[in-house]
């Protein structure tokens, strides 16, 4: 028979062995490559409902590019976006929601999972509660997503190394800058209450809006894309980034995702101390 | 040495108040009206370590909420606590390494998975090392027969079986505290005294302090060696479960219908026992079992009448918490 003390020198090598800031990103990162193979077995579980919606994706977004492509055999250029450029745009805006929502799947439905008191198991466990959040689900669709952006470089856009490395960044950018954005809107539920359908009502216009060229906007429509709904910065990127690299705009959009990521962090975190849980039946899917 | 020590802990909630009805919608949109809801009222309690406690109470005393604060879920409104020497709501994440918690009503595996993919990922939750993972998953296995479930999708499983996967996930790593929050809720009789067994070994053998919530009677007796009854927010009652067995849980509820032959037998008065309830051929009987047997009586029902069915049943912890709370004011009124 162990006694409690013995339970406790167990815990005390434990807390040893997690000494150390390469020791916390080595166990952060096992984990997180933990969670992503749990949720892709997870969604492997349906294996023709994951081919379908991720290949329903893929050609939803063909299909509007199709649209694209009548207007600009009418109008080749508009304010000096071409087709090619708009292709880019939507390489680098839907390959960057997709990997966001396929390794971070949950960055999108933090006000749901917090408004429905879902956080308690996350909150149990002895993981970064926004990190175990965001990596606990996974979006089957946006695989097609990201698919998409893929095809979409190796048709439209530069396959040099200095451009494939642009457009790595492209969609990291837009990756983090999608996410940071929503965990700032979502954490709102912490203190307005129910505000899943604001949330979703931005995310949808977020998404939107980095799926039309920038150019097109003017005035207070561009301010507001550049600041508060940020889209700017990933719907600028096929100009500012990849065709001609525009040190100003990568710093500004590397700013702007550090800073909504800050807010949002800091956002969530002060919100957890006004969480109030909830007692919906909740299981892990 | 205390598992956890609490003082004056509590918690309010704001709450929206709104009259019924569409124009009562309509008014609280144009004037919302709030409250304060005081869901635990300034809780002091101790547990040392290896003791297995029950915190009872009906629905809405605080039950969960108080066990969301000492896992540090929430946060508190005022007061202290201590787990394991440590503050909850302060250093939640090294706290979470020492404790376990099963909420009955929200599961930690994953709906779609088998069982053994979730407790991988509960092993790097942990951050276990990978041999002492491997050996203390197959203990687990063992000791809580899963090896039949293991590979199954946890949406194919009864209710039961994922219990037990559930509570068998929240020892891996060997937490020194459990937290069980309506852990037997919806079993049926066989699983849920399957369930005790295996809690009371672990208790045993690991000296694992146990922290239950519940509304069943029958975990509390088998359970745990003392009772924590709480009602309105507060502590109601704080007593060795042997006590509470002696002087509370001294009825049982006996269910019985009679045959048809008896045709319109009435059952006369049993010493000790009180008709509850009388529905044609179907009686509720309360059995004080220090006035008399429960053998005795269902002695002398068989002796005297033909039985279709009979039952013998812990009464209901709301009435054993009504029958305290009765017991408490006439204290309090007699002092």
Same mark, same amino acid.
């Given at each position: 028979?162990?006694?409690?003390?013995?339970?406790?020198?167990?815990?005390?090598?434990?807390?040893?062995?997690?000494?150390?800031?390469?020791?916390?990103?080595?166990?952060?990162?096992?984990?997180?490559?933990?969670?992503?193979?749990?949720?892709?077995?997870?969604?492997?579980?349906?294996?023709?409902?994951?081919?379908?919606?991720?290949?329903?994706?893929?050609?939803?977004?063909?299909?509007?590019?199709?649209?694209?492509?009548?207007?600009?055999?009418?109008?080749?250029?508009?304010?000096?976006?071409?087709?090619?450029?708009?292709?880019?745009?939507?390489?680098?805006?839907?390959?960057?929601?997709?990997?966001?929502?396929?390794?971070?799947?949950?960055?999108?439905?933090?006000?749901?999972?917090?408004?429905?008191?879902?956080?308690?198991?996350?909150?149990?466990?002895?993981?970064?509660?926004?990190?175990?959040?965001?990596?606990?689900?996974?979006?089957?669709?946006?695989?097609?997503?990201?698919?998409?952006?893929?095809?979409?470089?190796?048709?439209?856009?530069?396959?040099?190394?200095?451009?494939?490395?642009?457009?790595?960044?492209?969609?990291?950018?837009?990756?983090?800058?999608?996410?940071?954005?929503?965990?700032?809107?979502?954490?709102?539920?912490?203190?307005?209450?129910?505000?899943?359908?604001?949330?979703?009502?931005?995310?949808?216009?977020?998404?939107?809006?980095?799926?039309?060229?920038?150019?097109?906007?003017?005035?207070?429509?561009?301010?507001?894309?550049?600041?508060?709904?940020?889209?700017?910065?990933?719907?600028?990127?096929?100009?500012?980034?990849?065709?001609?690299?525009?040190?100003?705009?990568?710093?500004?959009?590397?700013?702007?995702?550090?800073?909504?990521?800050?807010?949002?962090?800091?956002?969530?975190?002060?919100?957890?101390?006004?969480?109030?849980?909830?007692?919906?039946?909740?299981?892990?899917? | 040495?205390?598992?956890?020590?609490?003082?004056?802990?509590?918690?309010?909630?704001?709450?929206?108040?709104?009259?019924?009805?569409?124009?009562?919608?309509?008014?609280?949109?144009?004037?919302?009206?709030?409250?304060?809801?005081?869901?635990?009222?300034? &809780?002091?309690? !101790?547990?040392? %370590?290896?003791?297995?406690?029950? #915190? /009872?109470?009906?629905?809405?005393? =605080?039950?969960?909420?108080?066990?969301?604060?000492?896992?540090?879920?929430?946060?508190?409104?005022?007061?202290?606590?201590?787990?394991?020497?440590?503050?909850?709501?302060?250093?939640?994440?090294?706290?979470?390494?020492?404790?376990?918690?099963?909420?009955?009503?929200?599961?930690?595996?994953?709906?779609?998975?088998?069982?053994?993919?979730?407790?991988?990922?509960?092993?790097?939750?942990?951050?276990?090392?990978?041999?002492?993972?491997?050996?203390?998953?197959?203990?687990?296995?063992?000791?809580?027969?899963?090896?039949?479930?293991?590979?199954?999708?946890?949406?194919?499983?009864?209710?039961?079986?994922?219990?037990?996967?559930? &509570?068998?996930? !929240?020892?891996? %790593?060997?937490?020194?505290?459990? #937290? /069980?929050?309506?852990?037997?809720? =919806?079993?049926?009789?066989?699983?849920?005294?399957?369930?005790?067994?295996?809690?009371?070994?672990?208790?045993?053998?690991?000296?694992?302090?146990?922290?239950?919530?519940?509304?069943?009677?029958?975990?509390?007796?088998?359970?745990?060696?003392?009772?924590?009854?709480?009602?309105?927010?507060?502590?109601?009652?704080?007593?060795?479960?042997?006590?509470?067995?002696?002087?509370?849980?001294?009825?049982?509820?006996?269910?019985?219908?009679?045959?048809?032959?008896?045709?319109?037998?009435?059952?006369?008065?049993?010493?000790?026992?009180?008709?509850?309830?009388?529905?044609?051929?179907?009686?509720?009987?309360?059995?004080?079992?220090?006035?008399?047997?429960?053998?005795?009586?269902?002695?002398?029902?068989?002796?005297?009448?033909?039985?279709?069915?009979?039952?013998?049943?812990?009464?209901?912890?709301?009435?054993?918490?009504?029958?305290?709370?009765?017991?408490?004011?006439?204290?309090?009124?007699?002092?």
């Amino acid at each position: 028979m162990s006694t409690g003390a013995e339970c406790a020198s167990g815990s005390l090598r434990e807390d040893e062995r997690r000494t150390g800031l390469g020791h916390s990103a080595g166990a952060a990162l096992r984990f997180l490559l933990t969670c992503w193979k749990v949720n892709l077995a997870s969604a492997m579980e349906y294996r023709l409902s994951f081919v379908l919606l991720a290949g329903m994706m893929f050609l939803n977004n063909f299909i509007w590019l199709f649209f694209w492509h009548l207007f600009f055999e009418r109008f080749p250029a508009v304010q000096g976006w071409e087709l090619r450029d708009v292709m880019m745009l939507w390489g680098i805006s839907a390959g960057g929601f997709g990997w966001a929502s396929v390794l971070f799947g949950n960055f999108h439905r933090i006000a749901s999972i917090v408004s429905s008191g879902q956080l308690d198991v996350y909150l149990a466990q002895p993981k970064p509660v926004l990190l175990n959040v965001l990596a606990s689900r996974m979006s089957v669709t946006a695989a097609g997503d990201f698919v998409f952006g893929v095809v979409i470089y190796f048709l439209a856009g530069d396959l040099s190394l200095r451009g494939a490395m642009l457009f790595v960044l492209g969609l990291l950018i837009a990756g983090l800058l999608f996410m940071a954005v929503m965990v700032a809107a979502g954490s709102a539920a912490f203190f307005v209450g129910n505000s899943e359908g604001l949330s979703q009502q931005l995310f949808n216009i977020f998404l939107a809006l980095t799926t039309y060229p920038s150019g097109i906007f003017r005035g207070f429509a561009k301010l507001m894309l550049f600041t508060i709904v940020p889209a700017g910065f990933i719907s600028y990127m096929p100009i500012g980034l990849l065709r001609d690299f525009d040190p100003a705009f990568a710093a500004g959009a590397i700013g702007m995702t550090l800073l909504f990521g800050a807010a949002g962090i800091g956002l969530f975190r002060a919100g957890l101390r006004r969480y109030a849980s909830g007692n919906a039946l909740a299981m892990r899917s | 040495m205390f598992a956890l020590r609490t003082n004056g802990l509590t918690k309010t909630f704001r709450v929206k108040r709104k009259q019924p009805g569409l124009a009562g919608s309509f008014r609280s949109l144009l004037k919302p009206a709030w409250e304060e809801k005081e869901a635990v009222r300034g &809780i002091d309690l !101790s547990v040392a %370590h290896g003791e297995t406690v029950a #915190f /009872l109470g009906p629905n809405g005393a =605080g039950k969960s909420t108080t066990i969301k604060m000492l896992t540090g879920i929430l946060h508190p409104t005022s007061g202290d606590a201590e787990v394991l020497g440590i503050v909850p709501w302060k250093d939640r994440n090294r706290l979470a390494f020492r404790i376990g918690a099963v909420f009955g009503q929200k599961s930690q595996l994953w709906y779609h998975l088998p069982p053994m993919d979730t407790f991988d990922l509960i092993s790097r939750v942990y951050e276990m090392r990978r041999s002492d993972y491997l050996a203390r998953r197959d203990d687990l296995i063992d000791r809580f027969e899963l090896g039949p479930y293991l590979h199954t999708p946890v949406r194919k499983l009864s209710l039961g079986e994922r219990m037990r996967c559930e &509570i068998a996930a !929240s020892m891996l %790593h060997r937490p020194q505290l459990l #937290f /069980l929050d309506e852990p037997t809720i =919806g079993l049926d009789p066989v699983v849920k005294a399957r369930i005790r067994d295996l809690i009371r070994e672990r208790n045993r053998s690991e000296g694992t302090t146990v922290f239950l919530t519940s509304h069943d009677a029958g975990d509390v007796e088998s359970l745990c060696s003392r009772a924590v009854v709480i009602h309105h927010g507060g502590v109601l009652l704080d007593e060795p479960v042997e006590k509470v067995k002696r002087e509370v849980l001294s009825r049982k509820t006996v269910k019985l219908t009679l045959s048809e032959s008896n045709g319109a037998a009435r059952l006369p008065p049993i010493a000790g026992t009180r008709i509850v309830r009388a529905e044609g051929r179907r009686y509720q009987l309360s059995v004080d079992l220090k006035r008399t047997a429960i053998d005795e009586v269902l002695g002398q029902l068989i002796g005297r009448f033909g039985l279709e069915d009979v039952t013998v049943e812990d009464p209901d912890l709301e009435e054993i918490i009504k029958h305290i709370y009765g017991m408490k004011k006439e204290t309090g009124e007699a002092g």
